[in-house]
């Protein structure tokens, strides 16, 4: 194998997400319509689906965090949805306040929501440039 193919990189595994308290975690993320698809207490993790993808984001305790943003900047990671400002009004209907009102972005749409240890998760769509987006379920 050549150091090319080596560091070829392939796609997503998951997005792991730092959380003070799992069982909260998993109830946001579930008003936010993140399905569970594993959950290790003992582990301390718990794996939410995206989509039909395979790669999830893994919500992973840490107990130093309680119920404090990180002392850390938060990336935001970004997920297409259909039509983000219908997504905004689902969330806040389910009890999750976004962070602004939805904004342009050069694709189409984004509104994003924090959950309460400061990670920020986006939710876009792809209205301006339906070319790019995904293609919808069958």
Known sequence: MSDEESYELLGFDNVLLPVGDLEEAVGFYGRAG???????????IALLKVGNETPGVLLRLDEELSHRPPTWASARVWLEVRDARATADALAAAGIQPLDAPFPVATGWTVEVADPWGNVIGFTDYGKRPELARPARA
């Open 34 to 44: 993140f399905p569970v698809a594993f959950r290790l207490d003992e582990a301390g």
